[in-house]
């Protein structure tokens, strides 16, 4: 079964850390440039941060730059996203998708897999 499952969510005060993971299982993401996205309650979902399939292109939403940080193991089969210096306003389910080109520019669309997402709640 092709799938990407999210892990590394949960509760963490403000000014706190978490790494999420995403991990793909029945594929290989070498061939896919792979985006982070976020929802939170009541909003629409957005692109956070997406990187090419070599992970020599990294993008940042400007909420987040200079607090999270893009990555991925191909070896392992898995991306990262690290989030430092957390706010409230971070909390959301994270998504992670992916698309089989190199780079795609960030969008929402045309991925060809999703992941069902892991929570982030940012609170005191």
């Known amino acids: 079964q092709l799938q990407l499952v999210e892990s590394g969510g949960g509760l963490v005060q403000p000014g706190g850390s978490l790494r999420l993971s995403c991990a793909a299982s029945?594929?290989?993401?070498?061939?896919?440039?792979i985006g982070w996205f976020r929802q939170a309650p009541g909003k629409e979902r957005e692109g956070v941060s997406c990187?090419?399939?070599?992970?020599?292109?990294?993008s940042y939403v400007d909420s987040v730059k200079g607090r999270f940080t893009i990555s991925r193991d191909n070896a392992k089969n898995t991306v990262y996203l690290q989030m430092n210096s957390l706010k409230p306003e971070d909390t959301a389910v994270y998504y992670c998708a992916a698309v089989r080109s190199r780079w795609y520019g960030c969008g929402l669309s045309g991925m060809d897999y999703w992941g069902k997402g892991t929570l982030v709640t940012v609170s005191s």
């Open positions: 029945g594929f290989t993401l070498d061939y896919y440039a």
């Open positions: 990187i090419s399939s070599s992970g020599g292109i990294t």
